[in-house]
C-alpha cells in the first residue's frame, strides 16, 4: 500500500494481494523471482507483509487460517471514492460482497466481493495511505486480466460499478490490450496471440485499465474458477520463466512475443496464476 500525495483516480486498479496457506514459502518465492523485500503490513490483516519495490509497497501477501485450503489468487483493488456505495452497487449489480467495507489503520476503507460469475476483487477507499496506478518498474504488477466463462455479463457488471467503459477489443487475447498496436487481428484494435475467445478492455478515462478475457467454462486456469490473474514486469521473461521453475512454481507455456512486450504464464508454488511480461515501454533505468 502506497503512500502519495493525491489518491489514485477511481475505477483504476490500485493494488494486488494474495492469500497464501504457507506465507513463509510465498515470501521466498516472490522475493528471489522478482526481488522484492517485505515489510509488516496492517496488524489487524493477520499475517499480512507488504511488498516493496524501491522502497514503496506495491503489492500485498496474506497467510491464511491453518487447515482453511482455498484455490490461491491474486486479487486486484479497484480504487474508490466511496467503499459503501460502491458495495452497494456491486449488490444492486448482482455481485456478492464477502468482507467488510471495513476501516484498516492507515490505509483507508477496504472491502472484497465477488463478480456475478465467481471472481474476487477488492475495493479500496484510501485514507492517508493508498495504492497507485501500475507501473513497468521491474518487480512491479503492469497488468490484470479477469480470466473468466463469458466476458459479456461481467464487463457489465464492471462499467457500472466502476463507471468504467468496456470495449470488445479482439477475438483472441493476451496480458494486454491497448488499443492501436501493430500486429492486431481482423477484428479490432489489439494484439492476436493466439488464444481462444473473446477479450474485453475496460477503459477510465480513456486509457486501458484491466482487460476481462472470456475463455468458455474449459478455459479457466487449471483449479480456479472465474478469477484476476496479476502481470508482473521483468527485464527477462525467458530468464524469470527458469526461476519460477527452480523455485518449485510452474510455467504454463512458451514466452510468447506480442506487440506490448514478451510475456509468459506462469503460476507460483501454491498454483496461483500470474504472468511475467518485458513491456515494450518499459524504462531503460533509473
Not at 4 to 22: A, E, K, L, R, W
Not at 193 to 218: E, K, M, N, S
Not at 235 to 250: F, Q, S
Request: charged share 20%.
Amino acid at each position: 500500500m502506497t503512500e502519495s500525495v493525491s489518491g489514485p483516480t477511481p475505477g483504476i486498479p490500485c493494488f494486488v494481494s494474495v492469500m497464501m496457506h504457507d506465507l513463509d514459502a510465498g515470501r521466498r518465492f516472490y522475493g528471489e523471482l522478482l526481488g522484492w523485500e517485505f515489510e509488516a503490513g496492517p496488524e489487524m490483516l493477520g499475517p499480512f507483509l507488504n511488498a516493496m519495490v524501491d522502497g514503496r509497497p506495491i503489492a500485498g501477501l496474506g497467510g491464511t487460517a491453518s487447515g482453511r485450503r482455498h484455490p490461491v489468487a491474486w486479487v486486484p483493488f479497484f480504487s474508490t471514492a466511496d467503499a459503501d456505495a460502491t458495495m452497494d452497487l456491486v449488490r444492486e449489480c448482482g455481485g456478492t460482497p464477502a468482507v467488510g467495507p471495513m476501516d484498516v489503520e492507515r490505509a483507508g476503507r477496504v472491502a472484497l466481493a465477488a463478480d456475478p460469475l465467481g471472481a474476487v476483487f477488492g475495493v479500496w477507499q484510501a485514507g492517508a495511505v493508498h495504492g497507485t496506478p501500475f507501473s513497468t518498474r521491474p518487480g512491479a504488477p503492469v497488468w490484470t486480466e479477469l480470466v473468466t466463462v463469458d466476458s459479456s455479463m461481467v464487463s457489465k457488471f464492471y462499467s457500472l460499478v466502476f463507471d468504467d467503459d468496456p470495449r470488445t477489443e479482439h477475438r483472441g487475447g493476451g496480458p494486454w490490450a491497448p488499443a492501436g498496436s501493430e500486429g492486431v487481428d481482423d477484428v479490432g484494435g489489439a494484439p492476436d496471440t493466439g488464444d481462444t475467445g473473446d477479450y474485453v478492455v475496460l477503459h477510465h478515462g480513456g486509457r486501458p485499465v484491466a482487460g476481462i478475457h472470456g475463455v468458455g467454462a474449459t478455459g479457466l486456469p487449471p483449479g480456479h474458477g472465474a478469477c484476476w490473474v496479476t502481470y508482473f514486469s521483468v527485464a527477462d521473461p525467458e530468464e524469470a520463466a527458469h526461476r519460477v521453475g527452480r523455485l518449485g512454481g510452474k510455467v504454463l507455456g512458451p514466452v510468447r512475443p506480442a506487440p506490448f512486450g514478451d510475456f509468459v504464464r506462469v503460476t507460483d508454488p501454491e498454483g496461483a496464476p500470474f504472468g511475467l511480461v518485458r513491456p515494450a515501454d518499459a524504462p531503460t533505468g533509473g
